[in-house]
């Protein structure tokens, strides 16, 4: 049966509920990209590595955070890093392995790569959260590794593994979802945030 939910924008007086939930922060650093010829996280961006972007942004919200990855040098960032129960089913198999280990209702999902990300547009995601629904941006098409997981999405992620089915949006299809459109989110030039570097000449 396919479920698939549309919201309303949610309610200004909604905004601050964030401040009073436990939160896990969850950083998909996957593998070595091809065009970068290393893990794209570990790459300088501006003087830092980029994983550090999507970590800082985390911290203003989540009382844990969790790095979906198998290198070790992941370490060094003094947070915990899993590896995939499922290999080489890509950002689908590392969200399942750390939303296994999350014990909150709420978890924000960011990549590595996306230093460009301000913490307004996970404010903004955040109020429209719940334990019932994912949160997804569209760009115009939906940005599944930006986006809110509620732990009650796991036993669908586990059928999909287990189909051989790893496409994120996917998801959506089994799972209510809250769509939120770029230009209901505050600021200007919203569509920067999800600029992916993934090439040295975007260094």
């Known amino acids: ?20 939930r436990e939160i896990t922060g969850i950083v998909l650093a996957g593998g070595k990209s091809r065009r ?22 985390l911290k203003h919200f989540c009382s844990r955070i969790i790095i979906s990855t198998s290198n070790t ?10 590896s995939d129960s499922f290999p080489n089913a890509g950002p689908l198999g590392g ?29 903004h995601m ?20 930006v986006a809110i997981y509620p732990s009650g999405v796991l036993p669908i992620l586990h059928q999909l593994l287990t189909e051989g089915n790893y496409k994120m949006t996917e998801i959506y299809n089994h799972f209510p979802v809250h769509y939120i459109p770029l230009e209901e989110f505050p600021g200007s030039d919203i569509i920067t945030c999800f600029t992916n570097l993934n090439s040295p000449a975007d260094l």
Do not use: W
């Open 1 to 20: 049966m396919v479920i698939v939910a549309y919201f309303s924008r949610p309610k200004e007086n909604r905004n601050m509920a964030h401040e009073h």
């Open 36 to 57: 970068m010829g290393v893990d794209k996280g570990l790459m300088l961006y501006q003087g830092k590595p980029m994983i550090s972007y999507s970590i800082s942004l």
């Open 73 to 82: 040098k992941y370490e060094d960032f003094g947070l915990p890093i899993i």
């Open 95 to 123: 969200l399942y392995s750390v939303l296994k280990e999350s014990t909150t209702d709420i978890n924000i999902c960011l990549p590595c790569d996306l230093p460009k990300m301000k913490v307004e547009v996970l404010r």
């Open 126 to 145: 955040l109020s429209a959260s719940s334990s019932t629904h994912c949160v997804v941006p569209l760009t115009p098409q939906p940005e599944p590794l």
